[in-house]
């Protein structure tokens, strides 16, 4: 595995900066679209607080007029504190399509990882032995892998299978790419270090999120939640 420089970047504008305040600058680096930047891991990071910010943005109607789910009447999203977190729909392992406003009424760990990043596989196995201690009918761990085995490129279906099978992971793993990165939280999530966990609560709304990794602190929120 490679060794990454720990260095510093700063928010694009200050709006940007105010959004990002609840992820914590910690772990692997990551390299943001338009702003390249080497990968880092840091030490522990601090607890922070959960943020209202509850700004949206309008991206018409999210509700199909065919819809199983009749909760689904919100017609505004982003990846803020407060919001509803916009839908996705990406492959898992087993090669199906999986939504993540399916999991409606459930609390909802996001772990947004990178397959080269350490911390992201050093926490791989926390969402199978987070759902069996909360239960699979209250709780759920979507890990979405962001960057493959190279830094800034999507991982393809064979690296999410190696993925699974290296830590035994019966948890959703779901592909992704860097369109899910957005500084601004608008139409992404504001990744500024892997891994960056998200949590929402049962009503679809997020909850709060950090970049980097503290067990303590995601079970605490998560534990509020339930």
């Known amino acids: 595995m490679k060794n990454f420089i720990i260095k510093s970047i700063a928010a694009t504008t200050l709006w940007a900066a105010c959004v990002a305040a609840v992820f914590l600058l910690t772990a692997c680096k990551p390299g943001v679209v338009n702003q390249p930047e080497d990968p880092k891991e840091t ?59 399916d999991h409606y009424d459930k609390v909802i760990v996001i772990d947004l990882s990178s397959i080269w990043c350490v911390v992201c596989q050093n926490i791989a196995t926390k969402g199978d032995e987070l759902i069996t201690l909360y239960g699979e009918d209250n709780f759920i761990w979507i890990t979405v892998l962001i960057d493959g085995t190279s830094h800034g490129v999507a991982p393809t279906a064979a690296e999410i299978q190696a993925w699974v099978d ?21 139409t992404g999530y504001p990744i500024t270090s892997w891994p960056t966990i998200v949590v929402i609560d049962k009503t679809m709304v997020l909850y709060s999120g950090i970049n980097g990794w503290s067990e303590a602190t995601v079970r605490a929120w998560v534990e509020s939640l339930l």
């Open 166 to 186: 290296a830590f035994h992971i019966q948890a959703p793993v779901l592909a992704g790419d860097r369109t899910l990165v957005d500084l601004s939280a608008e």
């Open 43 to 101: 030490g522990p990071e601090q607890p922070i607080a959960q943020v209202d910010d509850t700004a949206q943005r309008t991206t018409g109607d999210t509700q199909p007029g065919t819809s199983d789910r009749p909760w689904e009447t919100w017609t505004e999203c982003s990846q803020k504190p407060g919001d509803h977190p916009c839908n996705f729909s990406l492959i898992d392992q087993h090669g199906n399509a999986v939504e993540l406003y």
